[in-house]
């Protein structure tokens, strides 16, 4: 009995996980930048 | 931090202006108390801006890349075991997600000990933002745990020793993000979050020594810090990969949520302070 379906789940779990939190960490950082900086440029740096 | 109460009525808004005023304006800042003076070093906004986007894309980077090649070995390149067969490659993903559920929550208590004892600004932030990612990996160690059982033990859960702890930490894990958000001054609820978080310390020996203390269906570590490892090479290289890849994803994971919460945090301090201005 192959248990390959097994594996490839949990490594597809592995790697959504961390991408899914990555990702959205990033965006939430960009976003605050964008607003930041619109709202005063000296925040830029 | 500690919000002070005023007398003039709830501001839940306080601890952000405050931080602002320390962040735009060096001068105004108040001197750190003397019992933490090096640890408040680190407690600027500011400062931790500049180190956090120095080191953020060395550990994204890293942990790209080690995650990569520690999953990428685990699945094609080590070797199946004499017994599990194929099942055994689930333990590159498992046992660095368990690890992670471990450390994070070991992170999350050091901030909470720094935001009672020492009111370090940014440990509340960071207890905060660990919180959602503890509990993430907490539960993909806990679905792959599950997934691997069920061709090895014929079940998907069990009510064993290391199992059942495991789900109390996640539990432990929901409680602080809900905690920590269920009050409107946000100031009480990072203390009862921080409260809550060091009680939970308890259960991370028990997690560790179940398998010691217990009879569990889990066997004991293969891995420890004295005497050698109990698993050959060729699978220890890949997993000490994937551990040190998802050691370095965590952390560029909190890293990033903290500085988006530091800048939105500075954000509705400088929208404040503009409101308060046209008034």
């Known amino acids: 009995m192959t248990h390959m379906p097994y594996v490839l789940s949990c490594y597809a779990l592995g790697v959504l996980v961390p991408a899914v939190f990555g990702i959205a960490a990033l965006a939430r950082m960009r976003a605050a930048t964008r607003k930041l900086v619109a709202i005063d440029p000296r925040q830029r740096s | ?279």
Not at chain 2, 256 to 269: F, M, N, T
Request: aromatic share 10%; glycine share 12%.
């Open chain 2, 1 to 279: 931090m500690k919000g002070k109460s005023s007398g003039r009525g709830f501001k839940p808004w306080a601890a952000c202006t405050r931080l602002s005023v320390v962040d735009a304006s060096p001068n105004l800042a108040p001197p750190p108390p003397p019992s933490g003076r090096g640890l408040h070093r680190f407690a600027n906004p500011g400062r931790f801006l500049r180190l956090s986007g120095i080191v953020l894309p060395w550990l994204a980077a890293g942990g790209v890349g080690l995650t990569g090649l520690g999953l990428g070995w685990g699945l094609l390149g080590a070797p199946a075991d004499y017994q599990q067969g194929d099942a055994v490659r689930i333990m590159y993903v498992h046992v660095p997600a368990a690890q992670m559920a471990l450390a994070g929550y070991l992170g999350l208590a050091l901030c909470s000990l720094f935001s009672i004892v020492w009111r370090h600004p940014l440990a509340d932030l960071a207890a905060v933002e660990i919180g959602p990612v503890g509990a993430a990996f907490t539960a993909l160690c806990l679905a792959t745990g599950s997934i691997w059982g069920r061709p090895m033990w014929g079940t998907w859960w069990a009510w064993d020793a290391r199992m059942t702890s495991v789900l109390i930490l996640f539990f432990l894990y929901l409680g602080h993000v809900a905690v920590v958000r269920a009050f409107d001054d946000p100031v009480r609820g990072y203390r009862a979050g921080a409260i809550l978080a060091l009680i939970g310390v308890v259960n991370l020996p028990v997690i560790k020594f179940s398998v010691d203390w217990w009879n569990t269906l889990h066997q004991p570590a293969s891995i420890g810090l004295t005497g050698a490892p109990a698993m050959h090479v060729s699978m220890l290289w890949p997993l000490l990969a994937a551990s040190l890849g998802y050691a370095c994803l965590f952390g560029a994971i909190v890293v990033a949520r903290i500085r988006a919460a530091v800048l939105e945090r500075r954000l509705r301090g400088l929208l404040l302070n503009r409101a308060e201005a046209a008034r």
